[in-house]
Each structure stands twice: as structure tokens, then as C-alpha cells.
């Protein structure tokens, strides 16, 4: 079965400073990926997702971007945080409409 | 237009008692499927149940159970004899063929349970 690895768990960033999120994925090859943020107590916003290698589609503006180096490496990156930025972030992977996504733990993401 | 909708914020329930967690969805692709996923104050993202669009029969999968109504377009999940560990935020969504396979999230229902 497939393991979303996700790290760091928790993360505390001054605003301006840059960001770096990574994912890896085992048990698959050539998924779906997906980066979410969640802010407290509400549903998740898909933020990036990607089909393959070096292809990254964005689902709203914002001042994150995100990259797929390898198969199965996922990064959300930012060159300057927000406070907005804040947020729990999850990475996901998924084929086929009628299959489960899978999650990472997620990363707490606080901004000072 | 909300494509996927959770009317209830927050619901208690008695442990041992069964409870409904309403969701309801829009869209005009005829192929998609629904998940419901548990997330837990730790916060992972804890896959319990799927509904094909085409499924004639509701799912079921141990306490859990989805009743799908296609018509009335709602997929609601129905835990069966609730425990202290179902206390946890609840979230439906939906993933359609023409959308890249791309989820959609309700706003999600925390669900208490009371001893």
C-alpha cells in the first residue's frame, strides 16, 4: 500500500523568511499528487496538483509554488512567507476517481 | 456553487448510539465517486468509505455505512454504534472524472461523542 512521507511535522517561520515542504511517496509509481492547506476547524483547499514529472497545475494565486522533481517528490516552496501562509498542509496521492487518496501527516505551519 | 456541502458544523452523540453526518454534492458529470475521510485532533487524514456513481448498492464497511441517495444527490455517513474514538472532524468529498481527479472537500462536521 502506499506511504505518504511528509516532514517536518511542525514548523515556525518569521514573516519574509523562505519555506521549503517536502513529500516522497512509496508503494506507487507515477501518482497524482496534490498539496492542500487547511486552516483551523475548516475543509481542505487544494492548492497544487500534478500528473507527472515537472508538470504543476495551480488551483488559486497565492504566493506559494511547487515542484516535482522526481516521480515520486513532491515540494511546496516559497521564496517570502505571509502570515496568511499559516495553515496545516497536507500532501496527498491519488489515481482514479474511484480510488481513496492517501494522506502524509501533514505540517503545521506557523508564521510569525 | 459549493460542490460539496456539510450542513452540520458540529454533532453529538451518545456513545453506543448510531449517528447520520449529511453531505450533499453537485455536479453534472455522470461519473465520480464520493469518500468520506476521518480526521482526528492529531490531524491525519484517515480514508473510512467510498460510493462509485454507478454503485447500485449503498457501501458499508464495518460501522460505517454511506446512504446514497443519487437522485437527491447525498452521500450521507452513518457510524453504527458509536465509540469515544469516533470523536474526530469529518469530511465528504468528491472526485469526478472530468476534474483531473481532483478531490473536493466539504467544510467538514465535528462529530463528539459522549460517554
Known amino acids: 500500500s502506499q506511504t505518504i512521507h511528509q516532514w517536518p511535522a511542525t514548523l515556525v517561520q518569521p514573516v519574509g523568511s523562505p519555506l521549503s515542504l517536502e513529500c516522497t511517496v512509496e508503494?506507487?509509481?507515477?501518482?497524482?499528487l496534490y498539496w492542500y492547506r487547511q486552516a483551523a476547524g475548516r475543509g481542505l483547499q487544494l492548492l497544487f496538483y500534478?500528473?507527472?514529472?515537472?508538470?504543476i497545475s495551480s488551483e488559486v494565486p497565492q504566493n506559494l509554488s511547487a515542484s516535482r522533481p522526481q516521480d515520486r517528490q513532491f515540494i511546496l516552496s516559497s521564496k517570502k512567507l505571509l502570515l496568511s501562509d499559516s495553515g496545516f498542509y497536507l500532501c496527498?496521492?491519488?489515481?482514479?476517481?474511484?480510488?481513496?487518496?492517501?494522506f502524509g501527516d501533514g505540517t503545521r505551519l506557523s508564521i510569525l | 456553487a459549493q460542490k460539496i456541502t456539510q450542513t452540520q458544523p458540529g454533532m453529538f452523540v451518545q456513545e453506543k448510539e448510531a449517528v447520520t453526518l449529511d453531505c450533499t454534492y453537485d455536479?453534472?458529470?455522470?461519473?465520480?465517486?464520493l469518500f468520506w475521510y476521518k480526521q482526528p485532533s492529531s490531524g491525519e487524514m484517515i480514508f473510512l468509505i467510498y460510493?462509485?456513481?454507478?454503485?447500485?448498492q449503498n457501501a458499508t464497511e464495518g460501522r460505517y455505512s454511506l446512504n446514497f441517495q443519487k437522485a437527491r444527490k447525498s452521500a450521507n455517513l452513518v457510524i453504527s454504534a458509536s465509540q469515544l474514538g469516533d470523536s474526530a472532524m469529518y469530511f465528504c468529498?468528491?472526485?469526478?472524472?472530468?476534474?483531473?481527479?481532483?478531490?473536493?472537500f466539504g467544510d467538514g462536521t465535528t462529530l463528539t461523542v459522549k460517554p
Open positions: 460510493q462509485g456513481s454507478y454503485d447500485q
Open positions: 455536479t453534472s458529470d455522470p461519473s465520480y465517486g
Open positions: 496527498a496521492s491519488g489515481q482514479g476517481t474511484n480510488q481513496p487518496q492517501h
Open positions: 468529498a468528491m472526485r469526478e472524472v472530468t476534474n483531473a481527479g481532483k478531490s473536493t
Open positions: 500534478s500528473v507527472g514529472i515537472g508538470q
Open positions: 508503494g506507487t509509481s507515477n501518482p497524482n
